[in-house]
């Protein structure tokens, strides 16, 4: 039986506006949890919030679905997750 995680312990509750935390599931709901957490997130507190991802998810998981997501996630964001994975930086948006 896997554990049960209540986000609303680790993430403050703004960041799940329209969801209840703490009926979140880690695993079924990566694809939310994950992008919301970066959503929220820029230079004063990816550490932070990096090291609360970490705790739940691989580096994988959490670079995969944040190449893949549709949230509105800062290129700033993307460039300090793929310093930190040591990957090539990616942007979700670019201006043309």
Not at 5 to 28: C, G, H, M, N, T
């Amino acid at each position: 039986m896997k554990k049960r995680v209540d986000l609303s312990q680790i993430f403050p509750k703004y960041v799940f506006w329209d969801a209840d935390p703490s009926r979140l599931d880690v695993e079924r709901d990566l694809g939310l949890i994950i992008p919301r957490a970066l959503f929220v997130t820029d230079e004063t507190n990816f550490e932070m919030n990096i090291q609360k991802l970490e705790n739940l998810y691989s580096k994988e998981t959490i670079l995969s679905t944040l190449q893949y997501t549709r949230e509105n996630i800062s290129n700033k964001v993307c460039e300090l997750v793929a310093k930190r994975y040591q990957v090539e930086p990616f942007y979700r948006w670019s201006i043309k």
